[in-house]
């Protein structure tokens, strides 16, 4: 088991360009999350998936942003016509969820967004 | 709302006991968690109590909880430099199923 595994690590790129983040959680979790972080804050949740549902998106969420998981495996975050605010942190996070277990999410390393 | 409220910053002495606290405004939550977060790595999970508990020992960590007053405490007992970090706890929003976690508490171990 790698654990929650996301690329690239750090993405540097000018405003109004598009980034794509890619995430591959723990093989065997059915839910992955999508968080973000800036500094000096905590994770902000953006959206999250069982399998390959999207079962709920953040107002955070704008429409520049879109996430996708179309086999309930991997997923990648997109944001469009990127802006300075979006710098941050990505996190992705999976689970498994089976009902009445404890919620635990496992994350990964991140995925930094400098945007110039 | 949902909100999770905790101090910025901690500083203490190798050896001593660490008390982190958190304040949380989500009645509903089945559990509480703590996370720590290392410069350069991902969250990790150190603990987590379940709501109907008052408190809960794990090995040099002890959580508290007083669901009244929704405060949740981590203490850290010996604190060794190597627990220098940022801790967040975390409430579960039951009827959303995702976390939502708070500011985070940088803790300082200093010799």
């Known amino acids: 088991d790698t654990g929650v595994s996301q690329n690239p690590r750090h993405k540097i790129t000018k405003r109004g360009q598009n980034v794509t983040f890619r995430c591959d959680p723990i093989s065997e979790h059915n839910r992955l999350y999508w968080y973000r972080q800036t500094l000096g804050q905590g994770p902000e949740f953006l959206t999250y998936?069982?399998?390959?549902?999207?079962?709920?998106k953040s107002r955070l969420l704008s429409d520049r942003f879109s996430a996708e998981r179309p086999k309930g495996s991997f997923s990648t975050l997109e944001i469009q016509r990127t802006e300075q605010g979006d710098s941050a942190m990505y996190l992705c996070?999976?689970?498994?969820?089976?009902?009445?277990?404890?919620?635990?999410?496992?994350f990964g390393e991140g995925s930094r967004l400098t945007v110039l | 709302g949902e909100d999770v409220e905790q101090s910025l910053f901690l500083s203490v002495r190798e050896g001593d006991s660490s008390v982190i606290n958190c304040t949380y405004t989500?009645?509903?939550?089945?559990?509480l968690y703590w996370y720590k977060q290392e410069p350069g790595a991902g969250l990790q999970l150190l603990t987590y109590?379940?709501?109907?508990?008052d408190m809960k020992q794990d090995q040099r960590l002890t959580v508290l909880l007083n669901k009244k007053d929704k405060h949740l405490s981590l203490r850290i007992a010996d604190t060794q430099t190597g627990d220098s970090a940022i801790y967040f706890c975390?409430?579960?929003?039951?009827?959303?199923?995702?976390?939502?976690f708070g500011t985070g508490t940088r803790l300082q171990v200093f010799p």
């Open positions: 998936f069982q399998n390959e549902a999207q079962l709920e």
């Open positions: 109590i379940f709501s109907n508990m």
């Open positions: 975390a409430e579960n929003a039951v009827y959303t199923d995702k976390l939502i």
């Open positions: 989500d009645s509903s939550s089945t559990y």
């Open positions: 996070a999976s689970s498994t969820w089976t009902g009445g277990n404890t919620g635990e999410l496992f």
